[in-house]
Nanobody, 124 residues
């Protein structure tokens, strides 16, 4: 499956951004979807994940209460709504698809498919 991420940009601390990821595959609903991020010099870590039917979600502790992941299986899209952004949220954000994993913690080396990254920069 091909994934196309968009929505990154420059925002001031406290602001909001909405990331989107569009999938090319008509079997989109058979994949769990996730968002990872990677800051310079750091590992790529899971931010949020959502199950195939959208019922189950996972959030990293650092984003709980601020970020919301959602999906629209009819439109083959997954979104990450990011509010109350902090400078430490600055990173390249990647969407990911996996045939097994859903609304639980993912690890980068287990992901089946990656989208290209989209840069999010939060200024203080």
């Amino acid at each position: 499956v091909q994934l196309q991420a968009s929505g990154g940009g420059l925002v001031q601390a406290g602001g909001s951004l909405r990331l989107s990821c569009a999938a090319s595959d008509r079997t989109f609903s058979s994949y769990g979807m996730g968002w990872f991020r990677q800051a310079p010099g750091k590992e790529r870590d899971i931010v949020a994940a959502i199950s195939r039917n959208g019922v189950s979600t996972y959030y990293a502790d650092s984003v709980k209460g601020r970020f919301t992941i959602s999906r629209n299986n009819a439109k083959n899209t997954v979104h990450l709504e990011m509010n109350s952004l902090k400078p430490e949220d600055t990173a390249v954000y990647y969407c990911a698809a996996d045939r097994i994993r859903g609304g639980s913690k993912w690890y980068a080396d287990e992901v089946d498919y990656w989208g290209q990254g989209t840069l999010v920069t939060v200024s203080s």
